[in-house]
Structures are given as structure tokens and as C-alpha cells.
């Protein structure tokens, strides 16, 4: 029986998720809404595939590919986010994803995804080889942001979205004092002043 885990917070994203999954033969579903729920139900259920959203509560998708990769699990994970692919799909790949679809894709694109990376493959948008199509500062500033550690970027997110150092530091079981270590080296590699600047970053990115 083919199983997979959905990892999302929105219900009504993972009901779309489950009906794509049902159409590709999965019949054993389970679901998780934050990413700290993702490993304990990864051992108990032993899924064969996880739709991951990197976007959500407690623990981000990112940190979580990390620890499926650290853990050897055997599932494959397919990424389904709203984030940009030119910002997360390389971060992804280096993590172990198999495949990664935008939301604002077709669901079409879901299914293609799921046959694939079922079938031994991969899926991955391709993306421009180059920037020329930026503008100056866009580029500037899409090189800083390639230049952030996965960790550093998690961090980065998570201040953008207004999360205090005690709460992120809690989630990714962190120290306060290495948090404030993280927000000082950001607010420098991003060449910003301040925390309201920081999200200003983020924003202009579409990365919040």
C-alpha cells in the first residue's frame, strides 16, 4: 500500500494535495500542519513519499529536509511551496529533495511531479541561467541572499515574519544568545540597518 505524508498548514491546501494523491494510487494518507510533527510521523508510518511546504509554524520546511537527510529516512520528498523556485529550489536539491513545484503552478504540475519522482526520477523547474533580466539591484541583492547558509536563511524568514529571538530559538532549539548572533550577522551580510529593513528585504524578494 503506498503511503505519504503531507506537510502543510493550510487544510485547505493539503485537501488538494490528498486528492492528487488518491488519483496517483496513494491510499494511505497522513497529514502533518507544523514541522516539528514531520519526524516522529516519518518513524511511525514509514511513508514512502513526504509533500513538504517549506512555510509553516514551529519548524520550516527547510530545516526539516535537513533532518530527513541527517536521519537517512528512506522517503522521498516532494517540495510544494509558494516560495520562489530562483531563491529555494537550488537549497532544496542540496538538501535531498527529489522534486519541487509553485503553487502558482497548475495542480497538473503536482501530478507530474509525484508520477515522477515515484518512478525513480526527479522534478525540478528549470530557471534562468543567468540574471540579465534583473535590474541592478535586484541582482545585488538576490547575490546576498544566495550567499546565506540554510540556516542563516531560516533565521532570516523568520525575523522577516516578525518571530521573536526567544520564540525562533525555541523552535529550532537554539540559544537566545545564538539568535542574536544570527540577526546581527544577517542585518550585515544583507548590508540592512535594521529589523524593519530586514522584512523591507524580504518582502521586495517575495520571500514573505
Known sequence: MKSVLIVDDHPV???AVKLVLRQEGFQ????????NEVMPMIREHQPELVVLDLSMPSLDGLEVLRRIHDGA????????????????QDRCIRAGASAYVAKSNDLQHLHKAVHAV???YSYFAQLPSNTVALSALQRSEKERIDQLSDREMTIFLHLARGITNKAIAEAMHLSHKTVST???RLIE???VDSLVHLRDFAQRNHLI
Do not use: D, W
Open 28 to 35: 494511505s494518507i497522513h497529514e502533518a500542519s507544523s514541522g
Open 13 to 15: 491546501v493539503r485537501a
Open 118 to 120: 515515484m518512478a525513480g
Open 73 to 88: 529516512e528512506r522517503c522521498r520528498v516532494l517540495v510544494f511551496t509558494s516560495q520562489e523556485p530562483a531563491f529555494f
Open 182 to 184: 544570527y540577526k546581527t
Open 189 to 191: 551580510k544583507l548590508n
